[in-house]
Every structure is written in C-alpha cells, then in structure tokens.
C-alpha cells in the first residue's frame, strides 16, 4: 500500500544512489563504458527504498538509523551484484568463460572486485551519512502523513 513513508524512503535512497554513482565513476579505469551505470543504479534505490525501508517505518529514532543502515546495505549489495552480472555477461557475449559454472563464479569475483575498488573513505562517509539522514526523513515521513 502506497504511504509517505515508502516515498520518501524511495526517493531517499534514489537520490544516495545518484550521489554514490557519481562518486564511483572516477575511481573506475577510464576505459569503463557506464552504459545504464546510472539509471539502473537510481531505479534500485527506488525500489529498495519502497520494498524494504519504507514497510519498516514507525518504529522510533533508533530503528529508524538501523532502517536506514539496512536499506543503504541492500541497495549496496543489489547495485554491485547486478554491476557484476552485467559485466560478467559482456565477457561472456566475447567466449570469455568455457561454461556456465565458471560464468557463475565470475559475477561473485567480479562483485568482489568492484566492492575492492570502491572501499575508500569518502564512499563509506556518504553511505553513513546517507543511510542516517535517509533513515531520519522516511522515519519523519511517517510520523508526518501516516
């Protein structure tokens, strides 16, 4: 049921991944093609914040700050796994991998990668802040239009 609350955490999170998009772009090599980096990137943060923060709201401060934390984390987790697939499917479409398995295993190697690559300092500042602040908003959306 659509409420204030998982707007709010949608269009939150949405606008975290759009922040952490930009934030990635530099650290990769500058011959990655971003492609739907972007969009794909803002729509997941639509839908974590709708799916999983927004039915979590009204439950006080500190839930919230742990609500927000969790919705970052899965966004985080979607975003660099679905990153990962689609790599590994381009290496694929060139016979990179002899079979399916290896392709597979790829897209958790690769995940990991990515994860390695964008561990700095500043992303992890922007996510905390981010999930906090994106926490805070759904929780006062809640209280607010509920």
Do not use: C, H
């Not at 204030?4 to 530099?26: C, Q, Y």
Request: proline content about 4%; cysteine-free; charged content about 10%.
């Amino acid at each position: 049921m659509p409420t204030g609350a998982r707007l709010m955490a949608a269009i939150s999170l949405a606008v975290l991944a759009f922040v952490l998009s930009g934030m990635v772009v530099p650290l990769m090599p500058e011959s990655t093609d971003f492609g739907y980096f972007l969009p794909l990137n803002i729509l997941l943060g639509l839908v974590v914040g709708w799916r999983v923060m927004g039915k979590r709201a009204g439950r006080g401060i500190v839930a919230a700050i742990n609500n927000g934390l969790a919705g970052v984390f899965v966004l985080m987790l979607w975003a660099i796994f679905l990153q990962a697939a689609n790599e590994m499917v381009r290496l694929a479409l060139r016979n990179r991998y002899d079979d399916p398995f290896e392709a597979i295993v790829a897209v958790f190697q690769i995940g990991a990668e990515f994860g390695v690559m964008i561990a700095t300092l500043p992303i992890g500042v922007a996510l905390v802040v981010g999930a906090v602040i994106a926490g805070l908003l759904t929780e006062f959306a809640y209280n607010r239009w509920s």
